[in-house]
């Protein structure tokens, strides 16, 4: 069984930063994909970010050049540096794990629990 736990979410002002983490425990494949969704209330959760296993980013546009991606694969953990944070960016933060071939190909995802990001003055 697989368990992620973040950290590091907050209230921030607009401008301001804030870096998430979430580490993975468990059984986890070497080739893996981690990211990052997010889910404002009254809206579907979305995609922000995801690294794979070898190191290959995706962003949403929405975040490019404010927000990166990186992991450690020793630790299993995957971080979120948010840079010039927005109050649109104010959601509820979701680590995220495609564990190993099987599930990236059949879109099979853990979760964690979520961790609130607050962007306001």
């Known amino acids: 069984q697989v368990r992620l736990v973040e950290s590091g979410g907050g209230l921030v002002q607009p401008g301001g930063s804030l870096r998430l983490s979430c580490a993975a425990s468990?059984?986890?494949?070497?080739?893996?994909?981690m990211g990052w969704y997010r889910q404002a209330p009254g809206k579907e959760r979305e995609l922000v970010a995801m690294?794979?296993?070898?190191?290959?980013?995706t962003y949403a546009d929405s975040v490019k050049g404010r927000f990166t991606i990186s992991r450690d694969n020793g630790k299993n953990t995957v971080y979120l540096q948010m840079n010039s944070l927005k109050p649109e960016d104010t959601a509820v933060y979701y680590c995220?794990?495609?564990?190993?071939?099987?599930?990236?190909?059949?879109?099979?995802?853990?979760w964690g629990q979520g961790t609130q990001v607050t962007v306001s003055s």
């Open positions: 468990g059984s986890i494949f070497s080739i893996n994909v």
């Open positions: 995220n794990l495609l564990n190993g071939p099987n599930a990236i190909s059949r879109k099979v995802n853990d």
């Open positions: 690294i794979t296993s070898g190191g290959t980013t």
